[in-house]
């Protein structure tokens, strides 16, 4: 296992979904509802499922794609979508 790339994918989602909106959700069925094992199980199924579906569709892509070409499409998405939200036209 290459450690140098799973502590990148590591840091990079945990940044990326701390106090997100999915985070933001577990917080408030956290807060309303007793059983937090219940929750948790809930929340780490779905993520698990969103990043196999997001990993199986990256390899099928990278297949058509050149991977340093998605790297800049998708930070030019994020960077129009950053500035689209900053001023409030998104």
Known sequence: MNF???LAAFT???????FDKTELAVLSLAAKEKSKFTIFLGAMAAFFLAT???LLFGHLLEKFINPKVMR???AS????AGTLI???KL
């Open 86 to 88: 900053l001023f409030d």
């Open 72 to 74: 800049y499409l998708s």
């Open 52 to 54: 196999l579906l997001a």
């Open 77 to 80: 998405i994020f960077f129009v």
């Open 4 to 6: 140098k790339l799973f």
């Open 12 to 18: 990079t989602i945990f940044v990326a979904e701390l």
